[in-house]
């Protein structure tokens, strides 16, 4: 089910202050069907704003919402055909795992074609039948893979085991989208990790269309086949996870996907080369103008003769790789790092550095827009 949002806006007044909250601002955003789209951003960014706008939870101040062809702006949640899963698993706790996965089904009627006694058809709605039920909940524990665990209670099972639970729930509907808000964010590092994977092998073998929200861009890298940089409310980038690394459109994007985070310095292009303080580091063909230069931190050479020097402050060896912290007067931040081989030699004191060109990009001073 292809998802369309189109112009969506969400403002929050504020009675007290007047002041009011733009926390999505014209948002739009085509999610393919089937795919597994990671909604990623900093706290208070409009993430689950937008996906309870997309739910039905919250109506927006102004836009439209479609699967596939149908407007749902204006439907009540519980039409929507939706699953949505929170960081809090909110089970209930008195129920067992069985009788959790089964609820939403309790009241859930289905058209059913019946034929009536003068041969003509028509559309019945009842409840599903205790054994019907049943099978539903049995076929979907065993996708999440808690068969074992359908007579415990919540309070049994581990944070991962009672997130599964909640992604049952969510499923035994068998809705058009799932929606995901931080579904993993109780759970330890380890277990994350875990979780993420079956949340990735679900959704391929469901092949429902999903929408994950994390502030975790690793997370987010990770598990999606696309994903939505959000800020302030507004969509930076939607794309590929490693084109949207490589190829960010602006100095946010840039600095929000990479740990360690990219190098930002403050340069200039002069006479069409571009410059760190008095060094020359390539050619750009384009006007003078002030500058900021971001570099990977995997994206500098060690080289004798390179373009580009720096003091060292000291040196991390960890592992695969070293990493280099350096101070240069023009960096943005206090220092810079730099990543390479653990086989390199290292200097003492000052390093020469040569520039990737692909790990290199060059943005606009005041607004931070790329410039290519
Ligand atoms: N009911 C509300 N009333 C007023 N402002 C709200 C309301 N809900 C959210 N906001 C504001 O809207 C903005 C977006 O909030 P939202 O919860 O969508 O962020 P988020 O990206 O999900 O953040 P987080 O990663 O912290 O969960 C924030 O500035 C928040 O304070
Ligand atoms: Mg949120």
Request: aromatic content about 6%; charged content about 30%; proline content about 5%.
């Amino acid at each position: 089910m292809e998802i369309k949002i189109s112009h969506l806006t969400k403002i929050f007044p504020n009675k007290k202050t007047g002041e009011e909250v733009r926390a999505v601002d014209d948002l739009n955003i085509t999610i393919p069907s089937g795919k597994l789209i990671g909604l990623l951003g900093p706290s208070g960014c409009g993430k689950s704003t937008t996906l309870y706008m997309i739910s039905g939870l919250l109506s927006p101040t102004e836009g439209q919402i479609f699967f596939g062809e149908d407007d749902v702006t204006k439907l009540a949640p519980e039409k929507r055909g939706i699953g949505l899963v929170f960081q809090n698993y909110a089970l209930y706790p008195h129920m067992t795992v069985f009788q959790n996965i089964r609820f939403p089904l309790e009241n859930l009627k289905r058209a059913k074609e019946v034929e009536t006694e003068t041969g003509e058809k028509i559309t019945n709605y009842s409840k599903m039948s205790k054994a019907e039920m049943e099978e539903e909940v049995i076929k979907v524990a065993k996708l999440v893979q808690i068969e074992e665990l359908l007579d415990r209670k919540p309070s049994q099972l581990s944070g991962g085991q009672q997130q599964r639970v909640a992604i049952a729930r969510a499923l035994v509907k068998k809705p058009r989208v799932l929606l995901l808000d931080e579904p993993l964010s109780n759970l330890d590092a380890r277990l994350r990790l875990q979780t993420r994977e079956e949340i990735k092998r679900i959704q391929r073998e469901t092949g429902i269309t999903t929408i994950f929200v994390t502030h975790d861009q690793e997370e987010a890298m990770s598990i999606s086949d696309e994903i939505v940089v959000m800020n302030f409310g507004v969509s930076q980038q939607m794309d590929d996870p490693q084109k949207v690394y490589e190829d960010p459109t602006n100095m946010f994007v840039a600095r929000f996907l990479g740990t360690p985070p990219i190098n930002l310095f403050d340069g200039e292009i002069k006479n069409e080369k571009v410059y760190i303080g008095n060094e020359a580091l390539f050619t750009k063909k384009l006007p003078d103008q002030k500058i900021k230069i971001g570099v990977r931190p995997e994206g500098f050479i060690l080289n004798n003769l390179g373009v580009f020097s720096a003091d060292i402050d000291f040196v991390e060896r960890i592992g695969r790789d070293v990493s280099i912290i350096a101070k240069h007067e023009n960096c943005l931040n206090e220092s810079f790092r730099v990543i390479v081989d653990a086989d390199s030699a290292i200097p003492a004191k000052k390093v020469k550095l040569n520039l990737k060109p692909n790990k290199t990009f060059l943005f606009d001073y005041d607004t931070g827009e790329r410039i290519k």
